[in-house]
């Protein structure tokens, strides 16, 4: 055990001097600011939990039953993202690190580097997944008034099912790279990964749980009743957490020990077998992994043609941008993962019961197209922070190349814009299109959407490759590390600040001239005066979120030192 400590100090010393050091004052401001916001989304998530299950709380004979299907539900949901968060954190920290070489050097055993390494991977992939599912927990304790045993309970459940997931990920990994090499098989567990959301998220969206809360589609009480006392399977850790807590709220704290004791004692056992394991095949399959893993798919990309207008070295730069994005396994496989997200962002609306609604049908449709643009800008934002804001971080180590090539940082960063530009701007394209199909708007919201996403999109790019360039990291292992950095937190915000200043901007304009066209009347010179203004104003608004975020990072990128 000694050996283990000894290995996972520089891990804690790092951390330790780099995020607390009292020198350091740009990281204690960056600390300060992801505090703040961690802390504000905590004590929402709290708000929100108290509110829901005191409502629950307050419906008599069912409200409980609401209250523990939710329980059960929400713990399944988070052993199922704590087994996929810890296969590929254990892939990386297993197989993929770069000071493997130098740990595997050192005159000590395989199954204790192991063992460090998974304690990491186990910490790194479930400490914010049990931090801000708390609130939830914390919330029952309230509304049901448990007592002290009950939230001790909660850190002790919550750690074991961590285990028992960590250790499922590291065992199913270590036997799968003795069959496939680990830079291969990241590649295939993110697409296994993403083909099992998709098949889960259709699973549960057709059987409508919607229904749960209205009780009016079954055919009778009782045949409602048992749909919600459903048992889950006996066998899952799950399963075991949830009676421990169900236990807990009810005061049976012997039951509710004897469940816990299942879970830990399971734990054990998980741990047992994987360092049994770790020591007959681990260092085997990490050999395995230093040979040069083949391309998951293999092909020929080349624009130089389709690119002829450019200048020589302007055209050299951009086709090895698209070279090397298709080369990267970790970067063309999110493709799947974007078009699973149309699908579902598409499903959803098709799924709208629109004539339950309360308000008439041809309004709630064109609110609805209106209040989507700006959420189909919001999904453009999150897939620029994968993409875009990256993209200069790609260049790692070789950035002197670019540094030292005859072609300007400004040509580098509008290379890198337009690249992204064109394809996310067809993206967001098709979402806004296919869910106004499905919403059955008025030709005059179409035509609005499909106009203000094109002006809002090259602004959105603009800022992720910007920001990216001003924040860049390129120690990274990973792209996407370098989106939980500062700059990516501070790109979200000035998007998500951009695309809500142009909704309300538009409002009041849009909301005229759909009243307008619906009772055919003419406007007035003042209306008139504010639409030109208000659409005017958010047109300056992209210019400059396209224009000034680029310059910014051009700025910030010469000074950058390696």
């Known amino acids: 055990m000694k050996t283990v400590i000894i290995l996972l100090k520089p891990r804690i010393l790092s951390f330790k001097f780099r995020r607390f050091s009292s020198d350091n004052k740009d990281a204690l401001i960056k600390l300060s600011v992801f505090g703040t916001i961690g802390v504000l989304f905590w004590g929402g998530l709290f708000a929100v939990s108290l509110r829901v299950l005191g409502y629950f709380k307050g419906i008599e004979e069912l409200g409980d039953i609401l209250a523990y299907k939710f329980l059960s539900m ?321 260049e790692r180590e070789s950035f002197w190349l670019v540094k030292s090539a005859p072609i300007s940082l400004r040509s580098f960063l509008w290379i890198k814009f337009f690249i992204y530009f064109f394809p996310l701007l067809v993206l967001t394209e098709i979402l806004i299109i296919a869910t106004n199909i499905l919403l059955n708007v008025t030709p005059f919201m179409m035509v609005l959407s499909i106009v203000n996403v094109f002006f809002m999109v090259p602004g959105i790019v603009s800022m992720g490759i910007g920001f990216g360039a001003a924040y860049p990291d390129f120690k990274s292992e990973n792209p996407g590390q370098a989106v939980t950095s500062f700059g990516g937190l501070l790109f979200m915000m000035v998007c998500a600040g951009y695309i809500g200043t142009v909704i309300v901007l538009e409002a009041g304009p849009v909301y005229n001239l759909f009243m307008a066209d619906i009772n055919a009347r003419v406007l007035t010179v003042i209306e008139r005066i504010w639409i030109f203004g208000s659409f005017g104003l958010a047109f300056i608004l992209s210019i400059l979120a396209i224009v000034m975020p680029m310059n910014f990072g051009e700025k910030k990128l010469a000074n950058t030192l390696l």
């Open 74 to 394: 929400l713990l399944l949901t988070f052993l199922s993202v704590l087994i996929f968060s810890s296969i590929l954190t254990s892939l990386s920290k297993l197989y993929l690190s770069r000071d493997l070489s130098l740990v595997h050097s050192m005159p000590v055993s395989s199954y204790k580097i192991f063992t460090a390494r998974w304690i990491e991977s186990t910490i790194d992939s479930c400490w914010m997944l049990i931090v801000y599912t708390l609130p939830v927990f914390i919330s029952y304790g309230i509304v049901y008034q448990a007592g002290m045993f009950f939230y001790g309970n909660i850190i002790s459940v919550l750690l074991s099912l961590s285990i028992i997931a960590s250790g499922i990920s590291s065992l199913l990994v270590m036997l799968a790279v003795i069959v496939i090499p680990a830079g291969r098989i990241k590649s295939i567990f993110v697409f296994l990964g993403l083909i099992f959301f998709l098949v889960l998220f259709f699973a549960f969206r057709f059987l409508r749980p919607e229904r749960l809360v209205d009780p009016e589609v079954f055919s009778t009480a009782l045949i409602y009743l048992k749909a919600l006392k459903t048992p889950a399977p006996p066998y899952l850790p799950s399963t075991w957490a949830f009676d421990s807590f169900k236990t807990a709220l009810e005061g049976k704290i012997a039951k509710s020990l004897f469940h816990t004791s299942l879970s830990w004692s399971f734990a054990g056992m998980v741990v047992f077998i994987n360092i049994i394991i770790a020591d007959a095949i681990y260092i085997k399959g990490l050999s395995k992994t230093q040979t040069v893993p083949p391309r998951l798919l293999k092909m020929s990309i080349s624009g130089g043609r389709l690119l002829f207008f450019l200048s020589r070295p302007v055209r050299a730069l951009a086709v090895k941008e698209i070279r090397t994005f298709f080369r990267d396994q970790t970067q063309w496989s999110q493709l799947f993962l974007i078009g699973a997200l149309v699908v579902i962002y598409v499903y959803n609306f098709n799924a709208l019961p629109l004539e339950k609604a309360p308000i008439k049908t041809i309004y709630l449709q064109n609110l609805l197209s209106f209040l989507n643009m700006g959420l189909a800008t919001f999904v453009l934002t999150a897939v620029s922070a994968r993409f875009a804001f990256p993209a200069v971080s790609t």
